[in-house]
């Protein structure tokens, strides 16, 4: 059975709300309470959006980027990581620009 997105959305606009207070009301760079809302509006973005699609075959345009030390990245290798990036944004633009002339 799968979860209704009204509800859902609901439940992420109260996580926007109490991450907005804990950003407020933070105590320090480390605070728990922070942390803990962030968390919880990671959970609450991704109950949504799975929610939505399985109601309506549709997906917010938004992705959830967990830290380097959350996937284990620490190679330090992000150069190479903006040039793939930016290798994929040239070939739009590339097609941009062709069907802007045809």
Known sequence: MSADPRAALSVLVSAFERHLEACAGRRGEDDPTVAAAYDDLVEAFEAYDGALYDATGEMTPFD????????????GDE???????????D???DADVESDEN
């Open 64 to 75: 959830i980027y967990a830290d380097d030390a959350e996937e284990g990245d620490d190679d």
């Open 79 to 89: 150069e190479e990581d903006d040039d793939v990036d930016d290798d994929f944004d």
């Open 91 to 93: 070939d739009l633009y």
